[in-house]
């Protein structure tokens, strides 16, 4: 079965330019987390997806951020326009349900210059 | 005060010694607690869920304790392979909105 994937690994992008994130949850699942880690500090929540439904999205940290999860599968993360604090790393995660094993992918590494 | 807390560490033990991590959550209405492994850039992977009961899957042992709100992780006959991050993750219910402490980061030596 194949895992959490993310696209893509690296990116490095100017400061004002747009970045797209993508995430493939684990092929059933349901829900479908972003989390995101900035430089020396904890994983913190961004936004939970149940299909293609929002369930919770407290965790974005402003409107510069947008995700999406059209028809229940994939989901995008754009940031526009990116700023310096942006730069961290971005794992995207899924689960079949409620009290299910959380599985991570490797990460999208965003270095904003 | 953090919801999920945790000492950073580094912990530098040498192989085949006993290394225990506590880790404490403000939320008393917490309901699941696991133990994540990250490694350097690389994804977290769960360690071990945390049950009332406690579990221990062979050198790993975890507990909870929920009138002092905190869990731990004791590994025995530390290994080089168990080298990583220990996050502690606590899900406060509703739809697993998980939260992360920052991570304990275990160095075995040889």
């Known amino acids: 079965e194949a895992g959490v994937t993310q696209f893509p690994s690296h990116s490095v992008i100017e400061k004002g330019q747009t970045v797209t994130l993508r995430c493939d949850p684990i092929s059933g699942h349901d829900n479908l987390y972003w989390y995101r880690r900035v430089m020396g500090k904890e994983i913190k929540f961004l936004l939970h997806?149940?299909?293609?439904?929002?369930?919770?999205e407290s965790g974005m940290p402003n409107n510069r951020f947008l995700a999406e999860r059209t028809g229940g599968t994939y989901s995008t993360l754009k940031v526009q326009p990116a700023e310096l604090e942006d730069s961290g790393v971005y794992f995207c995660?899924?689960?079949?349900?409620?009290?299910?094993?959380?599985?991570f992918g490797e990460g999208s590494w965003l270095t904003v210059v | 005060r953090k919801e999920v807390e945790q000492d950073p560490g580094p912990f530098n033990v040498p192989e085949g010694a006993t290394v225990a991590f506590n880790c404490t959550y403000s939320?008393?209405?917490?309901?699941?607690f696991f133990w994540y492994r990250q490694d350097c850039r690389k994804e977290p992977k769960l360690l071990m869920s945390?049950?009332?009961s406690g579990n221990e899957d062979g050198r790993f042992t975890a507990q909870l304790n929920r009138a002092s709100q905190y869990i731990s992780l004791l590994i025995r006959d530390s290994k080089l392979s168990d080298s990583a991050t220990y996050l502690c993750v606590v899900n406060s219910g509703g739809y697993q909105k998980v939260t992360f402490g920052i991570g304990t980061k275990l160095q075995v030596i040889p």
């Open positions: 939320n008393s209405a917490s309901q699941s």
């Open positions: 945390v049950y009332s």
């Open positions: 997806f149940v299909k293609e439904s929002k369930q919770d």
């Open positions: 995660a899924s689960s079949r349900g409620l009290g299910n094993t959380i599985y």
